[in-house]
T-cell receptor
Framework: AQKITQTQPGMFVQEKEAVTLDCTYD???????LFWYKQPSSGEMIFLIY??????QNATEGRYSLNFQKARKSANLVISASQLGDSAMYFC???????????????FGPGTRLSVLP | EPEVTQTPSHQVTQMGQEVILRCVPI?????FYWYRQILGQKVEFLVS????????KSEIFDDQFSVERPDGSNFTLKIRSTKLEDSAMYFC????????????????FGPGTRLTVL
């Protein structure tokens, strides 16, 4: 079973409009972290936003906010006022707490390619 | 701002040759990771490293792979005998010690090394 699902392989949005990128996850661990990364065409991975499983409030970072619905196991990324420079791949990732494991790797979703139109 | 660096940015090698990919994690970080991303696909975890030993590895990380922290700054990934399917972008990442046992730490990614196996 996929741990992270991103059902939108590609999305288009008009410049200055808001867009929501979907992410659902699967875990039985009560303690986990959810992350969004942006990967522009140059290839680097840029951290955008983080949401902890125990956080009561939705995370926000500038134009990025995370719509965290724990019961539905979803962590959608909302980008407000889209800019041309937002065109990139966006990856949702999860990190679970595993009692004996201090390595705690990320599991990434397949990504959503966002294209911002002028 | 401190960042993870990786060298080389692009490595071309012949099938069967050994390659060493180099990473310099952020200096006060204690956890180190390697991920790979085959072109057009999602990012996959390879290995995590803490306290001079592997703490977790995926099924991708077979006997052809090894990691080493040869000194206080470098973290290397060696592929002993490269195969065509090893062609991918390889990302190094690092993170600080986890607060308690919560996995709520961002990982900082390097810019990646694009490995091409001919």
């Amino acid at each position: 079973a996929q741990k992270i699902t991103q059902t939108q392989p590609g999305m288009f949005v008009q410049e200055k409009e808001a867009v929501t990128l979907d992410c659902t996850y699967d875990t039985s661990d009560p303690s986990y972290g959810l992350f969004w990364y942006k990967q522009p065409s140059s290839g680097e991975m840029i951290f955008l936003i983080y949401q902890g499983s125990y956080d009561q409030q939705n995370a926000t970072e500038g134009r990025y906010s995370l719509n965290f619905q724990k019961a539905r196991k979803s962590a959608n990324l909302v980008i407000s006022a889209s800019q041309l420079g937002d065109s990139a791949m966006y990856f949702c990732a999860m990190r679970e707490r595993q009692a004996q494991n201090y390595g705690q790797n990320f599991v990434f979703g397949p990504g959503t390619r966002l294209s911002v139109l002028p | 701002e401190p960042e993870v660096t990786q060298t080389p940015s692009h490595q071309v090698t012949q099938m069967g040759q050994e390659v060493i990919l180099r990473c310099v994690p952020i200096s006060n970080h204690l956890y180190f990771y390697w991920y790979r991303q085959i072109l057009g696909q999602k990012v996959e975890f390879l290995v995590s490293f803490y306290n001079n030993e592997i703490s977790e590895k995926s099924e991708i990380f077979d006997d052809q792979f090894s990691v080493e922290r040869p000194d206080g700054s470098n973290f290397t990934l060696k592929i002993r005998s490269t195969k065509l399917e090893d062609s991918a972008m390889y990302f190094c990442a690092s993170s600080t010690r986890d607060r308690g046992r919560d996995p709520h730490n961002e990982q900082f990614f390097g810019p990646g090394t694009r490995l091409t196996v001919l």
